[in-house]
């Protein structure tokens, strides 16, 4: 009796589980591939950052200031703000989400920001569900891919006024999935980064069709600087160790100036590549967009990243950089054109 | 056997309030309703993962956006104010002294823009919810903002509110307090009964309970003298009279409906049923037609600003 009650007590014990599981991965948007589980809600005001330590408040204190953007990828929030906290001293961020962020990326608005750093999934894709869920709201002028999801476009606003934001010359930074923004609706956005991914859907990039794009978490890799003698890497050494999620996306080899490579390999690139395209190992670069400094990198997923400090370091200097006068002036005297003059 | 089945039992609540954790998180991050709401913060820290989870927990009702100073004020501006339905106020900037070139105390400024816009902004109709520490933004460099919240707060500096001066601020956390509801027809109120048990910090602060046009909505039992803040007491510091009672009121700013809740301190209270409750309806009541005629109806004048 006692056994059976136990056994019946596992399945319900092992049930829970799965139950927990299985509503951590039905979170909304691209929810389903968030780093980390969630902090328990009763999480002590004490422990909800006191900043960067030393007396440095939540938000920093520093003289680069920083528009942090996120939004339609969900992230362990609180490990992600504390990695921002550290960085307190050197720089001021503020956490801008989309739709406003949209609105701020102009001009009219650059003087309040030196950098702006991107964590989110612009344009995120919206699938239709399952049958007998309610319809998601799909805006005008969406995109449908063959898989039946959905990607909303720019504003007319955005699409107006961030190529005038690039032209202006300002540093950008574009950490992991940002790479995932606007793929299907924008891509020219693609080329102010330098690549493109979509993982949930079929895409065409630079008129090339790929497959579902490849995600492999929680990878051990080491991150090879290729190029030692750049600002952001400087010091650091040969590179760094690092688990995390890898990538098997569409870089755009021939438009960025390599500063790391990564180890990783995926078993069979065609899953997630078109032929045409060859595996890049890219794992972090610089360029130019129009007159602005970028850095992107794909390292940066989650919290085992985010607590590795040669990658703090690595993107702290990347921060700099990219506020710098010597970059500014670079990609003033190396533009870049992508988008034409009327927008 | 029987202690192993007993782990058990409790292993299989345990992941059961994990699953129910995990369900109200389904929601998801940034919620899908149709209310679009901004989050306003800066200038006080504040357990992130708790409070956004809160916003979280409403996210069948709302669709939340997290906007930080100094990009929040940019958007009084009316050319973009639309960008939400709901302004929802959790900040407090303004409040760190720095020395000015005569030697004197100055105080951040408010952006260039928001002095200007904020009238224009209200004229719209806005929907707009204070709560807890958001009196404490911009007394020293704007304090006609203060004004038109209805209350005042510096817990580190004296405050000036409506042409007097009053001692630094109260704060006591972790106060048991009964939250009295004393109008219970109000839309914001419906589902409290008569009130609520919370746990919450309170405060000691200037409140204009007689500006026009000011509604009471909830009261607390937490009686507002100097002796109740053991703390600062215990320091010397002394604040005059018997504060404000008041823990809840809706008032028109211009022509936008306007709603301060001085509860919400900390995880404690965003967890709390009745808070939530409280939260949710003041959000659909500041954003309802309903809420935006009324304060059209009965439009109360925000000062200019003095200072600009």
């Known amino acids: 009796m006692q056994t059976t009650l136990l056994r019946k007590l596992m399945v319900v014990a092992v049930g829970g589980l799965f139950v927990a599981a299985a509503a951590s991965t039905q979170l909304s948007g691209q929810a389903d591939r968030q780093g980390g589980a969630p902090a328990a809600p009763d999480a002590p005001a004490a422990r909800g950052g006191r900043g960067g330590g030393g007396n440095v408040p939540q938000g920093g204190r520093g003289p680069i200031k920083v528009m942090v953007v996120t939004k339609g990828h969900t992230y362990d929030r609180e490990p992600f703000f504390q990695m921002w906290d550290s960085w307190g001293n050197d720089i001021t961020w503020s956490h801008v989400e989309h739709p406003a962020a949209d609105v701020m990326l102009s001009p009219k608005y650059s003087k309040l920001f030196d950098v702006y750093a991107f964590f989110d999934i612009g344009?995120?894709?919206?699938?239709?569900?399952?049958?007998?869920?309610?319809?998601?709201?799909?805006?005008?002028?969406?995109?449908?891919?063959?898989?039946?999801?959905?990607?909303?476009?720019?504003?007319?606003?955005?699409?107006?006024?961030?190529?005038?934001?690039?032209?202006?010359?300002?540093?950008?930074?574009?950490?992991?999935?940002?790479?995932?923004?606007?793929?299907?609706?924008?891509?020219?956005?693609?080329?102010?980064?330098?690549?493109?991914?979509?993982?949930?859907?079929?895409?065409?990039?630079?008129?090339?069709?790929?497959?579902?794009?490849?995600?492999?978490?929680?990878?051990?890799?080491?991150?090879?600087?290729?190029?030692?003698?750049?600002?952001?890497?400087?010091?650091?050494?040969?590179?760094?160790?690092?688990?995390?999620?890898?990538?098997?996306?569409?870089?755009?080899?021939?438009?960025?100036?390599?500063?790391?490579?990564?180890?990783?390999?995926?078993?069979?690139?065609?899953?997630?590549?078109?032929?045409?395209?060859?595996?890049?190992?890219?794992?972090?670069?610089?360029?130019?967009?129009?007159?602005?400094?970028?850095?992107?990198?794909?390292?940066?997923?989650?919290?085992?990243?985010?607590?590795?400090?040669?990658?703090?370091?690595?993107?702290?200097?990347?921060?700099?950089?990219?506020?710098?006068?010597?970059?500014?002036?670079?990609?003033?005297?190396?533009?870049?054109?992508?988008?034409?003059?009327?927008? | 056997m029987k202690n192993i089945s007993s782990k058990f039992i409790r292993l299989a609540v345990a992941l059961a309030i994990v699953a129910g954790s995990a369900s109200l998180l389904a929601q998801g991050q940034w919620g899908g309703g149709p209310i679009k709401v901004a989050i306003v913060t800066k200038g006080h820290n504040f357990d992130r993962d708790g409070f956004f989870n809160f916003w979280d927990s409403l996210g069948q009702d709302i669709t939340w956006t997290h906007l930080q100073h100094p990009a929040a004020l940019e958007f009084f501006d009316p050319a973009i104010a639309d960008t939400f339905d709901v302004y929802v106020f959790f900040d407090a900037p303004g409040r760190t002294a720095t020395p000015g070139s005569d030697g004197k105390p100055t105080f951040e400024q408010p952006n260039a823009s928001a002095k200007k816009n904020l009238i224009p902004f209200l004229q719209k109709g806005k929907g707009l919810v204070f709560f807890h520490h958001s009196p404490a933004a911009w007394n020293h460099t704007w304090p006609e903002y203060g004004e038109m919240i209805g209350m005042a707060c510096d817990w580190g500096n004296p405050v000036t509110f409506k042409g007097k001066t009053y001692p630094n601020s109260g704060a006591q956390a972790n106060v048991k307090q009964h939250i009295t509801v004393v109008n219970k027809a109000h839309p914001i109120t419906q589902g409290l009964g008569d009130g609520f048990d919370i746990v919450d910090e309170t405060y000691l602060c200037p409140v204009d309970e007689k500006a026009k046009g000011l509604i009471p909505l909830l009261r607390t039992d937490f009686e507002g003298v100097d002796?109740?803040?053991?703390?600062?007491?215990?320091?010397?510091?002394?604040?005059?009279?018997?504060?404000?009672?008041?823990?809840?009121?809706?008032?028109?700013?211009?022509?936008?409906?306007?709603?301060?809740?001085q509860n919400g301190h900390d995880g404690v209270a965003w967890r709390n049923p009745a808070f939530q409750t409280l939260m949710r309806n003041s959000i659909k009541w500041a954003a309802s037609q309903e809420a935006r005629d009324w304060a059209a109806k009965n439009p109360s004048k925000v000062k200019r600003s003095s200072s600009n």
């Open chain 2, 227 to 261: 002796k109740n803040f053991p703390g600062r007491y215990a320091s010397g510091w002394r604040y005059p009279g018997v504060g404000s009672s008041l823990a809840g009121w809706v008032r028109s700013a211009e022509k936008s409906p306007l709603v301060y809740l």
């Open chain 1, 123 to 343: 344009g995120p894709g919206v699938g239709m569900g399952r049958a007998g869920a309610p319809a998601p709201n799909i805006p005008p002028g969406s995109f449908k891919t063959a898989n039946n999801r959905f990607y909303p476009p720019p504003s007319e606003q955005l699409k107006t006024e961030f190529p005038k934001l690039l032209r202006e010359g300002k540093g950008f930074v574009f950490p992991h999935h940002a790479s995932a923004a606007w793929t299907h609706t924008w891509p020219e956005y693609s080329e102010v980064i330098g690549g493109a991914c979509d993982w949930y859907a079929p895409q065409r990039v630079r008129g090339i069709d790929n497959p579902n794009h490849g995600y492999f978490g929680m990878t051990p890799q080491f991150i090879s600087f290729v190029d030692k003698a750049h600002p952001i890497t400087k010091g650091l050494g040969d590179g760094f160790h690092v688990t995390d999620e890898a990538y098997a996306c569409h870089w755009f080899e021939d438009s960025v100036q390599p500063l790391a490579r990564t180890d990783f390999q995926p078993a069979d690139a065609t899953k997630n590549l078109n032929p045409k395209v060859k595996y890049s190992n890219l794992a972090a670069w610089v360029k130019t967009a129009e007159n602005s400094p970028v850095f992107f990198t794909q390292v940066g997923h989650g919290i085992t990243a985010w607590a590795t400090p040669a990658y703090r370091q690595f993107v702290l200097n990347a921060i700099k950089w990219a506020a710098s006068p010597e970059a500014l002036s670079w990609a003033k005297a190396n533009p870049k054109k992508i988008f034409n003059s009327s927008n």
